[in-house]
């Protein structure tokens, strides 16, 4: 099967995106302004793979339990490590700050993220005012939709060509509405960044969905239009054409305009399929370049999984041993550092573990 080195390379570069947005803020740097719609390129290349890895098994007969059983055992023990870790970063913010919390409800919400399951309720005393679906790891939201997602690909997997693409602008048009319509009810500036709050969780459906279409449709416009495709977009190899799709995508999540909130829907429904577009397209060409990309796409993952709880973490640690918080650079370079290894770290445990294996032979009575 195919293997789309340049994707993977552009996934780990938006999940280091994702961590410095986090890390740094817009308030710090105009840089990070839109940096959220990376969770949008994911969607996208959610949809992209799962229909390269898994659509001629499903059309072909594969059962609707063994597709959930792959596709659960794959995301949920790098899952389950990053609530694991957010559970643990968050009793010590709030032991080190003398935050009041319920530990009933405190564990109730974190055996729940291990299912996936957003909150239900606040485990802060007093409650916070806007509750966060995973409160203790926040980025895990984006996980939630996108099994979501995945999991309904076992029926997208069926539709006609035609109207995927009326489901994805149907999709896309929704989540544009639901955005306006949060910016005119509140009061507040126009995002795109929705669904990850009680708030707005049912807005984060139609987000999901629209990414999750298109990625699809990019994927089935290359091989149906094969030939158009080579004559007008020619495959691309070596490392000049891969740095340079790294540095366009750097410079879409990374665009410090907000153009009145404009620009995030027009990088969402345009400019980020058009990065995957071209990407599809593109090879490294040398072998230590494939290998960078490799490298990126596995750390990925379970980089944007415990990235938050190592920042929590770090910042205790600092604040312990005196940096000022003044010193923002040296803390975001430290806590960095600490996020790729903790990232290797994960990785390594479940490998030893052979999460995925065991996880998967467990659900084989359920799911098949």
């Not at 699809?216 to 340079?244: F, K, S, V």
Request: aromatic share 12%; charged share 10%; glycine share 8%.
């Amino acid at each position: 099967m195919q293997r789309f080195h340049a994707l993977d390379g552009m996934r780990g570069i938006a999940a280091i995106v994702v961590m410095l947005y986090h890390y740094v803020g817009a308030s710090q740097s105009r840089l990070f302004m839109n940096s959220y719609i990376a969770v949008d390129l994911f969607f996208i290349l959610s949809g992209f793979v799962i229909y390269h890895a898994y659509a001629t098994a499903i059309l072909g007969g594969m059962p609707a339990g063994v597709f959930a059983n792959k596709r659960i055992s794959r995301l949920a023990p790098t899952v389950a490590g990053g609530v694991v870790l957010g559970a643990i970063a968050a009793l010590i913010v709030m032991l080190e700050t003398g935050r009041d919390f319920s530990p009933l409800d405190f564990a109730l919400t974190h055996m729940g993220h291990f299912a996936f399951v957003p909150a239900l309720s606040d485990y802060q005393i007093p409650a916070s005012d806007s509750l966060i679906l995973f409160p203790s790891n926040p980025p895990l939201w984006s996980i939630f939709y996108e099994l979501v997602a995945s999991l309904a690909f076992i029926w997208i997997a069926r539709i006609p060509r035609w109207r995927l693409v009326g489901a994805a602008l149907a999709a896309f048009s929704l989540y544009l509405f639901c955005c306006l319509a949060l910016s005119r009810m509140t009061g507040t500036a126009l995002t795109a960044n929705v669904g990850w709050n009680h708030a707005t969780f049912f807005f984060g459906f139609p987000r999901v969905f629209s990414g999750f279409l298109m990625g699809i449709i990019i994927y089935r416009l290359l091989r149906r239009l094969d030939d158009w495709i080579e004559t007008h977009l020619p495959r691309l190899a070596g490392p000049l054409p891969t740095l340079g799709l790294f540095a366009a995508t750097l410079c879409v999540l990374m665009c410090p305009f907000y153009a009145k909130g404009v620009y995030q829907f027009v990088a969402i429904g345009m400019l980020c399929p058009l990065l995957i577009l071209v990407g599809a397209r593109v090879t490294p060409g040398r072998s230590w370049l494939t290998a960078v990309c490799d490298g990126l796409g596995t750390l990925s993952f379970p980089l944007y999984c415990v990235h938050e709880p190592v920042r929590h973490m770090t910042n205790i640690l600092l604040k312990r041993i005196g940096l000022p918080d003044s010193a923002l650079g040296l803390r975001v370079t430290i806590t960095v550092i600490l996020a790729f290894l903790a990232s290797g770290m994960l990785l390594w445990l479940l490998g030893q573990l052979r999460a995925r294996h065991r996880l998967s032979s467990g659900l084989k009575p359920f799911l098949g």
